[in-house]
């Protein structure tokens, strides 16, 4: 066994490297989904029943009968860290940018299975009342909230926020976002067997890191002298670009359902990296052959934690936020309405009969179905 | 202006000598309200519509066709810290009892507007990987979260169990639930002008504390001297009694439901205490005229924090959990009903034409509409 808790400091960087340690996490999980499991028979009683194969996906999915009810609770994870490390540095507030961040991590998640956002809830519990006293910081967060909603046509429906000293850290916010909405029509629940070999794979194009391997992308700052302030591109600072905030992707789903195009699955690519491509329980093959340009921040991540290109594309989103497998004949049409919805896309790859792989061609990597253990 | 952070060590313990200024949160809270509410036009685009009664009510509802559909995110608060402390002085995990106190907090608010809750997620941020270890505690957080779905009839979709050091605290979890559930028959709804002048007021019992007025429990325990340890009763300590788990009350309104009796209103008694009962926005006069027992750990409270009734019933729920406001020839059939769940009931009182004013005629209390601001 190694010691993965201590960075080699000059070394590549993993990211159990930067203080995740799955293996603690991970029993916990797999009692709980256990348990969850378990109670999907509950809802027989009010007439109702779980989409079975939702469980182990992105977003829970119940048949209330005229539809499918889809529902989420998702963490922004530590990229506030950032943002304040940020506001330190520069006296601007980011937390507009770290609202839609929030938004985004659940609504992206809730699209995966066919679902039409309709409501938010917020969940911003500070480490004591004075975090709200910013009124500047505060003013924001609504706002970046509130534009987010808007961006989706979601409402806002309300939500909480405690004040949690001794829980929440002094000066801190733990931000999260719930997310309920419908499938409807019920064709267009993106789980279950309509995936299958022949399918185009369209990448959607990320904006940065999003708020994945964010952890990762804070310890770096330790090597660099300049800190979040080191230039990564003519005028943009690392923490600048880290802040960039994450692409909303529902305005292209729904877009797609507009236009008759249900996708056969979606993965929204965050922790794992494009391991994600390989989330479908079915034994298929992936095959990549031309993939996006890499964000500058990415490549520069990539670079200073001397990731070889398996790592890193098996870690950050490395420029494609979202994929959609998609009948390979909607596939151009796909690339068109999200490019119509303001979102770069390319039809990138196929799926193929075979083992569970992930062949990432241009780059000449492989991934095996052991490499992505989410269930 | 006086200094509310620095209580009296001997004299009267207030909410806000506690440590929540509630001064500092407000003006985000009203940003945000108005934010939100500014964005319920947006579902207009799917075909839906906002039920605008339920802003600034426990749970918000949207008419989605053939029912409604209510969501919420809820907070546990501190009183994991409760079970922390305790653990350390007896080596035995709470955490089965802190899983109910959290879905109660989500599904208590839910079923007021008249809910049926179908769906709950678990978020679990803890202050790192490390929490996730200790494989007792997290066994009776799975345990306990299942129970409580279970005995609510709902589905546990799933969840996130993030780890965020350097915003959750070290060695501590940050608890909060999400529920999404339906109002259906829509005539469930208990929103809006049902409520009216002769209606009863019928009161659930609390199990003690729970989850609401922790900050102020555990303030007290530094003027014990065997503090979390103290008998409040032979064989009970004062730590044990706080951590009696939150009635679930979704037992009791479906229960009622079935009985085809639908609550004019209702006020999950949690913050605030009995004024609480000041909720709904018309102008009513509430006449209490009969009190549940009080549970031996907050008239505990009430004796060391010396509070007066005013402010105790106006602090504390003081035995009344839950409150149901309907038609004056069915409050006895809620009672009995009630009780046929497992649940202590009594017809309290009644609402009356008049200024809007909580009556508690048994202690000669009066609370008036400016002493509960809540929207």
Redesign the interface.
């Known amino acids: 066994m190694t010691d993965a808790s201590r960075p080699d400091a000059h070394g590549t960087l993993s990211y159990e490297q930067s203080?995740?340690?799955?293996d603690?996490?991970d029993?916990?999980?797999v009692?709980?989904?256990r348990?969850?499991a378990?109670?999907?028979a509950?809802?027989a009683?009010?007439g109702?029943t779980?989409i079975v194969a939702s469980?182990g996906e992105s977003a829970?999915v119940?048949d209330?009968?005229?539809?499918h009810?889809a529902?989420?609770?998702?963490?922004l994870?530590?990229k506030?860290?950032v943002a304040d490390a940020m506001h330190e540095l520069t006296g601007r507030s980011w937390y507009d940018a770290i609202a839609q961040d929030t938004i985004a991590m659940a609504i992206n998640d809730l699209i995966t299975v066919g679902a039409?956002p309709?409501?938010v809830?917020?969940?911003w519990?500070a480490g004591?009342?004075?975090w709200?006293?910013d009124?500047q910081r505060?003013?924001a967060l609504?706002?970046g909230?509130?534009a987010a909603?808007?961006r989706c046509?979601?409402?806002?429906?309300?939500?909480?926020?405690?004040?949690?000293?001794?829980?929440?850290?002094d000066g801190?916010?733990?931000l999260?976002a719930?997310c309920?909405g419908?499938v409807n029509p019920k064709t267009r629940l993106s789980l279950g067997d309509k995936l299958g070999a022949g399918d185009a794979i369209v990448l959607l194009a990320s904006s940065g890191i999003h708020a994945n391997g964010l952890s990762l992308a804070r310890k770096l700052v330790e090597r660099l002298p300049q800190g979040y302030l080191t230039e990564i591109a003519p005028g943009l600072s690392y923490g600048a670009a880290l802040l960039a905030p994450t692409v909303l992707y529902s305005p292209v789903t729904e877009a797609l359902a507009r236009s008759g195009i249900v996708p056969h699955y979606c993965a929204n690519i965050t922790g794992h990296g494009w391991r994600k491509l390989l989330r479908h329980p079915a034994a298929l093959s992936y095959r990549i052959e031309a993939i996006p340009p890499v964000p500058a921040v990415l490549r520069f991540i990539q670079q200073h934690a001397r990731q070889d290109n398996h790592e890193a594309y098996g870690t950050l989103n490395m420029g494609a936020g979202f994929a959609l497998f998609v009948a390979a004949d909607r596939a151009q049409a796909c690339v068109e309405i999200a490019r119509a919805q303001g979102v770069e896309a390319m039809v990138a790859g196929r799926v193929e009969a075979g083992p569970k792989r992930l062949v990432i061609e241009p780059l000449g990597l492989e991934y095996g179905s052991d490499e992505l253990q989410l269930r």
């Open positions: 203080g995740v340690v799955y603690l996490i029993p916990l999980k009692a709980a989904q348990a969850a378990a109670t999907g509950n809802l009683a009010h109702f779980e469980r829970y119940v209330v009968g005229p539809f009810l529902s989420i609770v998702e963490c994870g530590s506030a860290l039409t309709l409501v809830q917020a969940y519990a004591g009342s004075d709200f006293g009124s505060a003013q609504v706002a909230w509130k909603c808007d046509g979601v409402a806002w429906g309300g939500g909480e926020t405690p004040a949690l000293a001794g829980i929440v850290a801190r916010i733990d999260a719930s309920t419908i």
